[in-house]
């Protein structure tokens, strides 16, 4: 089939442990010629998501993850393509960008072969099983009326997007036209993800580098499809509400255009986005990416808006290559409206930073910011703005 809103061409096959893999892209030109050859048997997923009652936020217990591939050596690297003699998790011999359901997730919908996870809660009966009690998860307000010890199955969904089968690659290594195909695994996954009971928020991510890490040197991003709507989306969404209350506007928009007033921040503009350092920058460089016209998802963004996205974003990450001796480790989030809030309200933006803010210098999270939440960054934004764009 041919994608929407774009000339992407999605084919899927089933791997042999029953998870669907698509490829994006015209190569390979027949993916049914390549069938998986690796006879696996599928993983018992025994993910649960507690509610923290203190802090009102749902934690996922993932115990199953520990068997997870860590670091293999680059002749193992299960997400280069398959040869003669390797078998990987992408049966063909070459591929342009591929998505599948991660092996090992943190988050799977209930099937017949994933039951075990309420039986857990309901063998203890210190612990209620929510997921009858509140079927429409997300709201913060109706989470807290909750009991103390109360978990639900962790469903939801975990997929692995490949950027390139090239494996010494990184995003900043794509042409611009390999974007674009990457751009239309998002936007087509965060559709049909959201289309999905149960799940109420579509996350796509990058973790780059083993600082901050990253499992596997392969380039690749994630997509979370959450059955509960995340903390830090939440908060936003509760600032816009209030926001909209005392003011009447849109807090996205007047935040957008006062960076954009101030200019001390900025780092790149184009017709269609402008990236900058934010006021309160948490992490050393940290740049967030808005288009100037406000959308809710990634699936809202108009063709000209996704095609100068991909030149724009590129010029990005080859800044963060520069800013030290090596590549800079980095996380790529971007941040969407919920399925079912916010729609009005939020706004699509990625947010791009690096833990590292001088060579073989790392920021970590210690006692203040994991032990408090409470953050302190030792570079000023206007000097980490300033610094990123001379290295245009
Ligand atoms: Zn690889």
């Not at 096959?13 to 994006?24: A, E, I, K, N, Q």
């Not at 078998?87 to 991660?102: G, K, L």
Request: proline fraction near 7%; charge should be negative.
């Amino acid at each position: 089939m041919t994608l929407d809103n774009s000339r992407v061409r999605k084919s899927t096959v089933t791997l042999s442990d029953g998870r669907p893999l698509m490829y994006f892209g015209t190569v390979p030109e027949r993916p049914a010629d390549y069938p998986d050859r690796r006879q696996l048997t599928a993983v018992r997923v025994q993910s649960q998501a507690r509610w923290d009652r203190l802090l009102g936020e749902w934690v996922v217990i993932a115990g199953h993850r520990q068997d997870r591939t860590f670091q293999p050596a680059d002749s193992q690297c299960p997400l280069c393509p398959s040869s003669a003699d390797s078998h990987t998790e992408i049966p063909a011999p070459e591929y342009e960008v591929a998505v599948f359901e991660n092996r090992f997730p943190t988050l799977k919908a209930a099937s017949a072969g994933n039951g075990g996870q309420r039986n857990a809660a309901e063998g203890d009966p210190s612990l209620l099983d929510a997921d009858s009690a509140r079927p429409a998860a997300g709201s913060l307000r109706e989470d807290s009326r909750l009991g103390l010890l109360t978990s639900r199955p962790a469903g939801g969904r975990c997929e692995v997007v490949c950027f390139s089968q090239h494996h010494a690659a990184s995003f900043a290594d794509l042409s611009p036209a390999q974007v674009e195909t990457v751009m239309a695994a998002w936007v087509d996954r965060s559709a049909e993800l959201a289309a999905q009971p149960g799940v109420e928020q579509v996350y796509c991510f990058e973790n780059r580098g083993a600082e901050i890490g990253a499992t596997l040197s392969h380039p690749h991003g994630q997509i979370y499809a959450y059955p509960y709507i995340t903390p830090r989306t939440d908060r936003m969404l509760a600032s816009c509400a209030g926001y909209r209350r005392e003011c009447g506007r849109n807090l996205f928009d007047d935040l957008l255009a006062a960076e954009r007033a101030d200019r001390a921040r900025i780092v790149l503009e184009s017709s269609h986005w402008t990236a900058f350092v934010p006021y309160a920058a948490h992490w050393p460089y940290e740049v967030h990416l808005y288009p100037h016209r406000r959308v809710p998802r990634l699936t809202a963004l108009t063709g000209a808006a996704r095609a100068e996205f991909c030149e724009l974003y590129l010029d990005l990450l080859r800044r963060f290559d520069r800013l030290f001796d090596g590549p800079a480790p980095y996380i790529s989030a971007w941040h969407q409206a919920p399925v079912h809030r916010g729609g009005d309200d939020f706004a699509l933006h990625l947010e791009l930073f690096t833990i590292q803010r001088a060579p073989g210098k790392l920021k970590y999270l210690a006692g203040s910011e994991a032990g408090m939440g409470a953050f302190a960054n030792d570079l000023a934004p206007e000097a980490a703005a300033a610094r990123l764009r001379q290295l245009g």
